[in-house]
């Protein structure tokens, strides 16, 4: 093919909706994490969403280099979307997939078969051109964009919330796009760390478990958010009714174990997690959410041979969600913190110093991050000077979370003292 010929198609692809076309940037995530979270998915998670991430392990593989294997994985979505598809009329399904076809045969030298699948897109958009097929069109590759950013990097939430957004705009009933709404904006607030966060995910969770009754998963969410409003009793309802529905499922168990160390059941927490671990012995999520409970119990157990035990243990666990998970902000910041518990200066600065320079890292956990070295300089005795030059960091960042109003009076209450 001619250099004009290769560049006409260029120009074509650019203007395919995929995964080759949405901005996923392998620098922003652990790839090898991100495909073992994937793998876990396809095992545990309801057949009809496997064709995701399928086609989410395609764009990892061309990330790596490997385009015999991103054919694989297309080959596997698309006969899986075929087996499930129960509509007459599903083509509108498969823009996005025939886009990623495009696209790997792109970089593998194969410009003619490139060009076919381009087509077929093109034809895809062509019969679907007006309303009302237009907005079936468009709500699903919406919804498929938005499933991707939410199962990509955090970074990515926002992306996925608008997604979502314009999704239900032309399919407000929608209970999928509904629950990854719902989804989106949870794991957004998640990341807010002020105390008068504005709870919207509330309602919406609340919507999408009235349409998908049978999705354990957003009731566990909503549980969680139950408790966020002192609701203990409907909180703990939902939470026995997903250990009912689903006692198996991992991400249901992940869930249901922040519930209880957030009621400070930390030892129910550990044994629900040590469980989910067996079912997933690589995530990430896992271990860091093991090192969370053990930072607590360093903080409860006064005796020596116990906050010992605890401070090996929260260490082994943040450790490894680190070593698992590279790019995960809140593993390291859970690290560095556990670091400091066990007054390994060296160590603390160095991972301190390493989260700090992540490109990830978004305000509130550069707040987060600065406050703790602050608090622990001061517990240790190291030196006040340097507290208050980190809680100034605190201060200079305008996002208002509780970071920064702890840290205006840690400096009220430094300056008296001076």
């Known amino acids: 093919m001619s250099d004009i010929l290769k560049n006409s198609l260029m120009d074509r692809l650019l203007k395919l909706q995929c995964h080759f076309t949405w901005n996923l940037l392998g620098e922003d995530v652990d790839i090898d994490n991100v495909e073992e979270r994937l793998n876990d998915q396809i095992v545990f998670l309801p057949d009809a969403l496997k064709h995701r991430m399928y086609s989410l392990l395609t764009y990892l593989k061309h990330l790596k280099g490997d385009h015999e294997e991103a054919l694989l994985q297309l080959q596997k979505a698309a006969a899986h979307i075929q087996e ?28 003619i078969n490139s060009l076919t699948y381009v087509e077929k ?49 032309l399919d407000p009933e929608d209970p999928e796009l509904n629950s990854g709404y719902a989804m989106a904006v949870y794991r957004i607030e998640g990341f807010r760390l002020s105390s008068n966060v504005e709870n919207k995910s509330f309602p919406l969770l609340e919507r999408a478990v009235r349409l998908n009754p049978r999705d354990t998963v957003l009731k566990v969410l909503l549980a969680l958010k139950y408790l966020e409003m002192k609701d203990y009793g409907l909180g703990t309802i939902l939470i026995e009714q997903a250990l009912q529905e689903q006692p198996e499922s991992p991400y249901v168990l992940r869930y249901v174990a922040t519930f209880y160390r957030r009621c400070r059941q930390i030892n129910k927490a550990i044994a629900i997690l040590n469980k989910v671990l067996s079912l997933t012995p690589t995530s990430s999520n896992v271990y860091y959410q093991l090192g969370q409970c053990y930072k607590q119990f360093i903080r409860i157990h006064y005796n020596k041979e116990q906050k010992d035990a605890a401070i090996a243990n929260a260490t082994f666990y943040s450790e490894k969600a680190v070593q698992l998970n590279r790019s995960s902000v809140p593993a390291h910041i859970l690290l560095a913190r556990v670091y400091m518990k066990a007054n390994e200066h060296q160590k603390a600065k160095e991972e301190f110093d390493k989260t700090l320079a992540m490109n990830d890292m978004r305000p509130e956990q550069k707040q987060e991050l600065h406050f703790y070295w602050a608090k622990y300089i001061i517990h240790s005795r190291k030196s006040e000077s340097e507290a208050v030059r980190h809680f100034k960091e605190v201060i200079k960042i305008q996002n208002q979370t509780w970071f920064r109003e702890i840290a205006m009076k840690e400096l009220q209450k430094l300056a008296e003292t001076i």
């Open 84 to 111: 499930s598809s129960i509509e007459e009329d599903t083509d509108y399904k498969k823009t996005v997939l025939y886009g990623n076809f495009a696209w790997v045969f792109y970089h593998q030298n194969q410009f």
């Open 121 to 169: 897109v093109e034809t895809i958009l062509k019969h679907y051109e007006y309303p009302p097929k237009k907005n079936t069109l468009l709500s699903d590759i919406y919804g498929e964009q938005g499933w991707t950013y939410l199962s990509f990097a955090g970074k990515y939430y926002q992306c996925a919330a608008m997604c979502f957004e314009k999704a239900l705009g």
